[in-house]
């Protein structure tokens, strides 16, 4: 059963730092890329950042670029982000998410090509 597991998030101020991290268990994370996104209140799921199945390619979206940082460690089967210079637009809560293809690094922005999600971990980034 596959699961995927968040922790990380909280409540900082503007400019703080928080990593955020995604325990995978019950499938091969080695094979499969994997995202995060966010979600803030009244908004849809939206792309933060994706990593190749062999964490050589990564792929951000432009509000974060420059900002955050993904990785991913597939011995400990584990997908961090690494948030700095944190902005209170960034306040949201956070999924990791398994690509549902093995091997595939196309359409990685779209929350369509995922097919298991976390809970979700909140950030709250206050001004």
Same mark, same amino acid.
């Given at each position: 059963?596959?699961?995927? %597991?968040?922790? !990380? #998030? #909280?409540? %900082?101020?503007? !400019? ?13 994370? !080695? *094979?499969? @890329? /994997? #995202?995060?996104?966010?979600? @803030?209140?009244?908004? #849809?799921?939206?792309?933060? @950042?994706?990593?190749?199945? *062999?964490?050589? &390619? &990564?792929? $951000? ?7 955050? &940082?993904?990785?991913?460690? *597939?011995?400990? /089967? ?5 948030? *700095? ?8 809560? $956070? $999924? ?5 293809? /093995? ?10 090509? $995922? ?9 709250? %980034?206050?001004?």
């Amino acid at each position: 059963q596959v699961q995927l %597991v968040e922790s !990380g #998030g #909280g409540v %900082v101020q503007a !400019g703080d730092s928080l990593k955020l991290s995604c325990v995978a268990s019950g499938f091969a994370s !080695g *094979n499969h @890329a /994997m #995202g995060w996104f966010c979600q @803030a209140p009244g908004k #849809g799921r939206e792309f933060v @950042a994706a990593n190749s199945w *062999n964490g050589r &390619t &990564t792929t $951000y979206a432009d509000s974060v670029k420059g900002r955050f &940082t993904i990785s991913r460690d *597939n011995a400990r /089967m584990t997908l961090d982000l690494q948030m *700095n210079s944190l902005k209170p637009e960034d306040t949201a809560v $956070y $999924y990791c998410a398994k690509h549902r293809d /093995m091997w595939r690094w196309d359409y990685v922005a779209s929350p369509d090509v $995922y097919d298991h999600w976390g809970q979700g971990t909140q950030v709250t %980034v206050s001004s």
